[in-house]
């Protein structure tokens, strides 16, 4: 078995490095400064002028469009390479999201008709527009089929009504992957349907920010009798539900990889500190409880990794249900660096609770990520589910 990577991806993965050391590091105060001042505005902790410059330098680096297939003007590099630099590009807590913006990009490709191609996939994979899912509602996060926001019928036209909460993207958003109920009685069974919603359109309200925790930023949408033509209706009517779970694990894959690269990003700033600090005439670095700590922390990274790359070259394999793979590595990579920023701290003790360094910006963040995207539990529930209902054990190596 060859766990190498291929020379090219190594050469990808060294050039990111270098671009997050030197682009990004530098503006982490900035970061830590912002966040802490904005209250319950939604002012965004990177610059809009720092953005700009990041995502210029990164297309010039060619970093646009890694999953994007060729003839849509990607480089149609797939999932491993994909998340290999999304792993470099997080060892910093600069939140820069290469485009296309989010893994809608999926969803698109499954769905889009080709005149959806032109107006939606096409601009969105070239980073020219933005999308935003909008799913969540207030009774309905994990459980998608507590959904209400209603779809029907009048005429040629389709008519919603409701509101989504927690939606990220929608200030920026150029147009929303809106999921409704067009049948309340088959719901998730044949009774969802997406739809692509412009953001000017006559109804479609951004009512409010809702302020969370670390750099978050999400809003609160209502569909107030927006109509709809039967052209924007995205795949089939009624058939939403299927799309929408291979849409989160490319999205749960990715998020897994970001821990793995502030994961890394931490476990050194311990070996860091352990050498430096001196207590009682000795360095951290020969004390038990610190060795052991950083150990457990490399071990945890090293298991990481290995499932996050393992989940993404399966999928560049072509495989289609990835549901146990990235429930898996959502729930490992994300409680791996809660453990790791909690010792991080523990080791720097009063430096580590400082807003001088990113530790605990970190530490709050992965606050967000153990809810986002499906809370470990559900992603426990089911994986045992799966398992039980094909009365086998996992084996990751059988395609």
């Not at 680096?61 to 590099?77: A, N, R, T």
């Not at 207030?138 to 909460?165: C, F, H, Q, Y």
């Not at 969802?192 to 920010?209: C, E, I, S, W, Y």
């Not at 793979?325 to 791996?336: H, P």
Request: with cysteine; charged share 30%; aromatic share 8%.
């Amino acid at each position: 078995m060859d766990f190498s990577l291929p020379e090219e991806y190594v050469m990808l993965k060294q050039m990111v490095r270098k671009f997050t050391e030197r682009e990004m590091f530098p503006l982490e105060q900035t970061i830590i400064n912002r966040e802490a001042e904005r209250g319950l505005s939604d002012t965004p902790v990177i610059p809009p002028e720092e953005e700009k410059k990041l995502l210029e330098k990164t297309k010039e680096l060619g970093l646009w469009g890694i999953d994007v297939p060729e003839k849509f003007g990607g480089q149609e590099l797939g999932y491993l390479a994909k998340c290999l630099v999304v792993e470099e590009m997080n060892r910093s807590i600069v939140p820069l999201t290469l485009p296309p913006d989010a893994p809608n990009l999926n969803y698109l490709l499954s769905c889009c008709n080709e005149q959806q191609y032109e107006k939606y996939l096409v601009p969105y994979a070239q980073g020219e527009k933005i999308s935003a899912l909008a799913m969540t509602e207030p009774n309905a996060g994990t459980d998608a089929a507590g959904i209400e926001l209603r779809a029907d019928r009048r005429g040629d036209k389709w008519v919603l009504n409701g509101s989504k909460m927690f939606i990220s993207f929608a200030r920026k958003a150029d147009f929303f992957i809106t999921i409704a109920v067009s049948d309340r009685e088959k719901r998730k069974k044949g009774g969802f349907t997406a739809f692509l919603v412009d953001k000017d359109t006559p109804g479609l309200t951004v009512v409010r920010n809702i302020p969370v925790i670390g750099e978050m930023v999400s809003y609160e949408l209502v569909y107030d009798n927006v109509e709809l033509d039967e052209s924007q209706v995205l795949g089939e009517v009624g058939q939403a539900f299927i799309p929408l779970q291979n849409r989160f694990g490319v999205r749960r894959m990715e998020l897994a990889a970001r821990c793995c690269g502030l994961a890394d990003r931490l476990i050194k700033l311990m070996i860091e500190q352990a050498n430096i600090r001196t207590t009682f005439g000795k360095p951290l670095a020969e004390r038990q409880a610190v060795q052991w700590w950083i150990t457990d922390s490399t071990m945890d990274l090293h298991a990481a990794r290995l499932m996050v790359y393992h989940a993404a070259w399966k999928a560049d394999q072509g495989i289609a249900d990835l549901r146990l793979e990235a429930a898996m590595v959502k729930v490992f990579c994300t409680e791996m660096l809660t453990r790791i920023a909690d010792r991080a701290i523990q080791i720097h003790g009063g430096l580590g609770l400082s807003k001088e360094m990113p530790i605990e910006y970190i530490y709050r963040l992965v606050r967000i990520f153990r809810i986002v995207e499906g809370p470990s539990e559900i992603h426990r529930w089911l994986v045992a589910r799966e398992l039980t209902k094909k009365n086998k054990v996992y084996d990751s190596f059988v395609l």
